[in-house]
């Protein structure tokens, strides 16, 4: 149903997709101030980009902007999933859900076919600009493990750049989600830049790195605690990190459940390592230079 929404437990007023300010909300800071994702502007549609290691979040962040997009009445929603971490959503929550390595190149050349449809859509625009209709909705594209994917069929790149270059102004909205940060991984500083000129979300890495999206300096995901899964850094966030909501499906519906920062008690049981991060993290919202310690 056009303008369903889906809202969060613990602040029920607030929905998940605004649809006129074209964000989802993932998540909220220590101070508790909100994060959100940005899915579209008024002058198109919006890309994004997650990088985090295994067990760190990455497939639930995703499975919360689908879940969210799915509700909201106004997306459609595409995933392909090489892996099979999102295998959940296909039945309720997308319009296109291509399992494995050979069926997600295959939803990827099929945009390239929808990128020529609404290319001539976009011109029949007063302003050549894309504007949602009936037809053509906004058309979300989910792709997880792209590093995997384009290890097996590099040919995708090419379709990717494409909705990169071509996406805002069709109304094609890009996601992609890999494991590390380096460009072998993204597969060129083209498609690369493009896409951290969106949403940037980083979850915990393994080896200290500067994520294009991030300014440096702020924020190294490599500190990023161990055992507090849906940690992360979000573009618009400055040194705040984030803790992502995770979806629940209840009958079928998608809803969110607030993740809360760990308490006291808990972050004491944590160890050092977390104690370390959070007190750099408050150090930098106050201003204040605070290195991560070297190994």
């Keep these: 149903m056009i303008g369903q929404t889906t809202t969060n437990p613990a602040r029920p007023t607030a929905p998940l997709l605004d649809w006129h300010a074209g964000t989802i909300a993932v998540g909220l800071t220590a101070d508790q101030h909100p994060a959100h994702y940005r899915l579209h502007t ?23 902007l689908v879940t969210a997009e799915a509700a909201s009445g106004h997306v459609d929603t595409w995933v392909a999933d090489p892996v099979g971490d999102l295998s959940d959503l296909a039945e309720h929550h997308t319009g296109y859900y291509a399992g494995g390595l050979d069926e997600a190149a295959a939803l990827m050349h099929t945009l390239d076919r929808a990128i020529e449809l609404r290319t001539l859509d976009a011109h029949t625009q007063p302003d050549g600009q894309w504007t949602p209709t009936g037809p053509h909705p906004l058309l979300s594209v989910t792709v997880n493990d792209w590093d995997v994917l384009i290890a097996e069929y590099p040919s995708v790149v090419n379709t990717a750049e494409r909705i990169a270059a071509l996406g805002r102004r069709t109304g094609i909205a890009l996601r992609i989600a890999v494991h ?40 190294d995901a490599s500190e990023l605690p ?64 605070a290195a991560v310690p070297v190994a």
Excluded at 44 to 54: N, Q, S, V
Excluded at 203 to 219: N, Q, S, Y
């Design 42 to 64: 008024p002058r198109g549609a919006a890309h994004g980009i997650a990088y985090g290691t295994t067990a760190t979040g990455r497939s639930t962040l995703l499975h919360h």
């Design 180 to 219: 590390r940060p380096g460009l072998e991984n993204v597969g060129t500083a083209r498609l690369r830049d493009t896409l951290a000129a969106g949403t940037v979300v980083a979850l915990r890495l393994t080896e200290p790195c500067w994520i294009p999206g991030l300014r440096p300096g702020d924020a």
């Design 226 to 289: 161990v055992g507090v899964p849906g940690l992360a850094y979000v573009t618009g966030t400055g040194a705040a990190a984030v803790h992502l909501w995770r979806p629940e499906d209840t009958a079928g519906q998608p809803a969110a459940v607030a993740s809360a920062f760990p308490t006291a008690d808990a972050a004491e049981k944590l160890g050092a390592g977390y104690l370390g991060w959070r007190d750099r993290l408050a150090a930098r919202r106050r201003g204040e230079p």
